[in-house]
Each structure stands twice: as C-alpha cells, then as structure tokens.
C-alpha cells in the first residue's frame, strides 16, 4: 500500500508563490511507486484547499477561479486516522474524506515555515516532514539561531537588534547603529527569506530609508556590518541531529550589494518562461573554492544544522569575507526554496531519492517519539483536598 502524503503549499507569507513553485515542483518529482500524493493548497488567509488543479501551476494565474471549482478542507484526527474533511459539512451529498498518513510542508516564511504550521500539524498528530516546532522557530529568527550558533563555536557577524520600540526613537536607534557596527550596514527584518527587506546602508540617510523599509515587514530588525568584498556560498545538508551530510556548495550571483528577490525568482524568467524558484538562480556550481575552503563551508554547514537541531533538508547561506578569507554562518533556510534539490544532484542524489529521504526521517522521527513517555499517572485529582479549591496556592495539596 502506497504511503498517503499531503503536499502543502502556499500560506499567509510574503514568500506565497515561490512556496507555490517549490510545491508543485515536488509532487511533479515524487515517487509515484511509494507514494500517494494529495496536493494541499493553503491560501493567504490559511484555509486549505484540494482539488483536481491544486498541482496545475497554470491554474494559479487566476486563483479565484481555481478556489471555486476546488473544495476547502481542514485536518481531522479521529480515533488516530488523520483526514483532510471537506469544510464545511454538508447534511446530504457529503463529500468523502482523504485519509493521510503524513504531512509534508513545503512552505517559506513566517506564519508557516516558524513553527506555526509544525505546531499545528503537531497538535493535530500528524508525522510531518522537516524540522520540528522549535528548530523552525529558532531557524526563522536571524538573531537567535545567531545566539544559538556562536554559543557553539560557529563564526557569526555580530549585530545589534532592534524592536517596534526602538523603532519609535529612530536618532537613538541610529546612533547605536552608528556606533556599534558603522558603514557599510546590512538591514535585515528577523524573521523573512527570499531577501524580503533587506537592504545594506552606506550613510545615514540610506540606513534610515532601509530601516523603515525592514520595520514594514516584520516587528523586530537586526543590523550588522555589511562585508566589503563579499562572496556568498551556499550548501544544503540533508540529515537529523544524529547523523547529516553535505551537498555540493553553490555560489549565487546577483547585481547587486546582496543578493535580492528579483535575482533569486525572476532573474531568468525570460529564459525558462516562467519563474522556477531557487532552481532558477544564476550560480555557478560547484562553487570555485579550494578543497580546503570547500570542506571547511560543508563540515561547518553540518555543525550548524545539527546545533539547531534540524531536520530534513535545510540551506545554509554563509558569507566569506575576501579581505581575509575569513568564513561566516549568515542564516538558514529550514525549508530552501526548490528544497536545494540543485545541490543534491551533483552529488548523486536525484530529487526523487531526496524527498523519499525527507520523508524516511520524518517517519523515524515519529517512531522515535512514539517511545518517549507523555503522560504521567498520578492520583492528584481524586484528592478530596480538591473539592472547591482555586488552583495549587489556595488548595491544600501539601
């Protein structure tokens, strides 16, 4: 019996249709042997969908059109089956439901790849594929995956951090950038991918307009020094916290200081007629780096991925500073976009084998966990010490 997988796509994100893109290429390179595939749309306000067009990347030039003739669904855990249920009810004509055994999201940003879909996939009692609640949180947030890595010997730039309320006294908050990291500075929101509001500041009035720019995507921004003579190089790592490798390291090329939006998803656009996600990237692979450096990017891309606990397939995007060779843990990417199937092929690992792999820890995950003990048996509410009490400080369990 083929393993049943809901593909879930999409979600309240900037990053909404590069998830979309990344999706769709997925379920195009599954298994088909193995495994059952149900696609799962997830639209901008969270609501899930299936449907015969779900996987049609066409269909998503009108989604209006695609939500009428699709049926909404949500997941339903009843006596340990996971289904998709048509939503809402109907008394007569009911619409069979589509029993699932695991969940596989393949979603980028907040509101989906932070924690907020995994802890929900986890409430519900689904195994999902990827990094679990924690390691998706801490791997959103910039700064402290930053805090994290450096407690653990891993090289970071130093940077400071800002919230609304700084926010509110921007001379202060200018000064402090002024003064703890300089010019160049690199802006960053703290919890977005795709290089959404980022930006890198060589004066006051830049930092400003950069400033402003990161605080309408996100709550909280951090700013550290921008390197000169930067190289980006990326390297993805498939693995769990007990056991991970490396794929082949790329390095990205853009037009500009960093590299942007356009240059990750619409750079070739005109070539392949039609975004193709990361996959779509100028880069040149492998990276030209010396087997020294290139072992140092994949030995410290594993450490990363395991101090943080990872799961799956992440990306880890590092920068070397060309001024001294010096190497820098910049962020991760807990689920990259086109999940870096491009730097696992070179290695000899096609996309196919990749997800069938994903999948495979997830499920060792799960059967992991199921030996952990979650409940704890106590007497402590046949107490009669109970009977009217307002919580532990007012009732007499001592």
């Excluded at 596989?104 to 986890?122: C, M, R, S, W």
């Excluded at 800002?162 to 950038?177: I, N, V």
């Excluded at 590092?318 to 870096?340: H, R, V």
Aim: aromatic fraction near 8%; proline fraction near 4%.
């Amino acid at each position: 019996m083929k393993t049943r997988v809901a593909m879930m796509f999409g979600g309240k994100s900037v990053e909404h249709e590069v998830s979309i893109i990344s999706g769709i290429q997925a379920i195009m390179s599954m298994d088909t042997d193995k495994y059952e595939v149900i696609p799962v749309y997830i639209t901008k306000d969270n609501q899930m969908y299936v449907g015969d067009d779900i996987d049609n990347i066409d269909a998503y030039k009108d989604i209006k059109a695609l939500l009428d003739k699709a049926q909404r669904v949500i997941l339903i855990n009843e006596n340990n089956k996971i289904a998709l249920v048509p939503y809402p009810q109907k008394r007569f004509g009911k619409k069979p439901e589509i029993e699932i055994d695991i969940a596989f999201p393949i979603v980028h940003g907040t509101n989906v790849e932070d924690g907020a879909l995994q802890g929900y996939l986890k409430t519900i009692g689904i195994p999902f594929v990827g990094c679990d609640v924690t390691a998706s949180a801490v791997g959103m947030d910039k700064y402290v995956s930053k805090a994290v890595l450096k407690d653990n010997g891993v090289p970071v730039l130093d940077c400071v951090s800002f919230t609304t309320r700084d926010y509110a006294d921007m001379d202060a908050l200018l000064d402090t950038c002024e003064k703890e990291i300089g010019y160049p500075a690199i802006v960053k929101p703290v919890n977005l991918g795709s290089s959404v509001g980022i930006s890198v500041a060589k004066d006051r009035v830049e930092l400003t307009k950069s400033i402003d720019d990161a605080f309408s995507y996100a709550s909280k921004v951090i700013v550290e020094h921008a390197i000169t003579k930067l190289r980006e190089i990326n390297c993805s790592v498939l693995g769990d916290e007990n056991q991970a490798e490396a794929s082949e390291c790329e390095e990205p090329l853009h037009t500009k200081d960093i590299l942007s939006y356009e240059d990750k998803y619409l750079s070739n656009n005109s070539k392949s007629g039609g975004s193709k996600g990361m996959a779509s990237v100028s880069r040149k692979i492998p990276a030209e780096l010396s087997p020294e450096k290139r072992e140092e990017v994949r030995q410290m891309a594993v450490k990363s991925f395991q101090k943080l606990g990872c799961n799956g397939v992440a990306r880890i995007d590092f920068m070397i500073d060309e001024e001294n060779g010096n190497l820098y843990f910049n962020e991760i990417n807990t689920i990259p976009g086109s999940l870096a199937f491009y730097l696992w092929d070179p290695v000899g690992v096609p996309y196919k084998d990749l997800l069938d792999r994903m999948i495979q820890l997830a499920l060792k995950r799960q059967r992991e966990e199921q030996n952990l003990t979650y409940t704890f048996d106590t007497n402590i509410l046949s107490q009669s010490a109970l009977s009217g009490a307002k919580g532990s400080k007012s009732g007499k369990l001592g």
